[in-house]
Each structure stands twice: as structure tokens, then as C-alpha cells.
């Protein structure tokens, strides 16, 4: 793998919903977003970053809070983050997704995946520096976690081929 500085694309890793990624090295992590949200959290001091992508915002039942449910995937990210020897005061995060397609459902989910993300964010005091949430369209988006630069691009629909290709179960 190359060194994201050198100009040269880091390796790339797709992200599905339900999931957290914090790597070692640097990677672009890849996801795409609906009504769900990906919280993305760098440490400015080691030049590391990570990912959840979750689609449901809470969860109060222990034996049920996996990733899928933005409470949990938050706090965890957010532990994964300290474990790994990041500090608080160097945190910063970003959040993205949360469509809303009266198409596909009256209730607004993805509002309430905001919601969560961003309690769960200032009861760590972790600040939020740049949000591309809301609206009706989906999300393609790629996130380096070596420079903390998130793509985004807004789609109308997402196909099936959105979602890869990639070799493997990834």
C-alpha cells in the first residue's frame, strides 16, 4: 500500500451497513447511504481515521446494539478510536447520509440517524466539523483516513452495481 501524502490512492475498503472500520494504515473506505449514516471521526494528531455506517438510530436493548443501530455504532467507533491511543481533544468528526424517500417510507429515519449521531458526538465532546446530511438523494461515498477528505456524490437512485464490484464478500 502507498502512503496517502505521496499523492497516491490508498487502498480501498467498502464499508456495508452494520459495519466499523478503523485501520492501521491509511485507506479510503467507501460506502453508500440511503436514509442510513456513516459517521466518519479523525485524529488530527495521528492522521488516522474510521467509519460506522448504520441504519437504524437507536437501540436501548443491550443483547441488539450491533452496529446497526447508530447509538451503539457511534459510541463503539468512538471507543475504537481511544483504544487505539487517540485522545478525545484530538477528535473531529463527520457525518453523512440520512435521505428521507417519502417513496419508501413516511417515517424519517434518516432524520432520526442525524439525531443520534450528533447526541452521541456532543456527549463525547467530539465536534462536528462538516455534515452532508438529509435531502432526498443517496450517497456514494469514499472517506481517507489518512487526511480526513470525504467525497461525496449525490445520486437519485442506487443500483445494485453501487454496491461493487468488489472481489470477495467486501
Known amino acids: 500500500m502507498s502512503d496517502a501524502s505521496e499523492g497516491l490512492v ?3 475498503y467498502f464499508l456495508k451497513p452494520g459495519y466499523i472500520y478503523t485501520p492501521e494504515s491509511s ?9 442510513c449514516v456513516s459517521v466518519c471521526i479523525f485524529d488530527r494528531k495521528r492522521k488516522r481515521g ?3 455506517h448504520f441504519r437504524f438510530p437507536v437501540t436501548r436493548d443491550r443483547e441488539q446494539a450491533t452496529a446497526f443501530y447508530g447509538n451503539a455504532a ?3 467507533l468512538v471507543a475504537m478510536m ?3 491511543g487517540s485522545k478525545t481533544k484530538d477528535l473531529v468528526a ?5 435521505a428521507h424517500n417519502l417513496e419508501i417510507s413516511s417515517e424519517d429515519i434518516g432524520r432520526e440517524n442525524v439525531r443520534i449521531a450528533r447526541k452521541v458526538l456532543v456527549g463525547k465532546k467530539i465536534r462536528v466539523i462538516s455534515e452532508d446530511i438529509g435531502g432526498t438523494q ?3 461515498v469514499v472517506y481517507n483516513t489518512a487526511n480526513n477528505e470525504l467525497a461525496v456524490l449525490k445520486v437519485d437512485t442506487i ?3 453501487d454496491w461493487g464490484p468488489y472481489i470477495g464478500d467486501r
Do not use: H
Open 50 to 52: 474510521g467509519m460506522n
Open 27 to 35: 485507506m479510503a473506505i467507501s460506502t453508500v447511504l440511503g436514509s
Open 159 to 161: 443500483r445494485k452495481g
Open 94 to 98: 463527520q457525518i453523512v447520509g440520512g
Open 74 to 76: 457511534t459510541l463503539a
Open 138 to 140: 443517496g450517497r456514494k
Open 10 to 12: 490508498p487502498e480501498n
Open 82 to 84: 481511544l483504544d487505539s
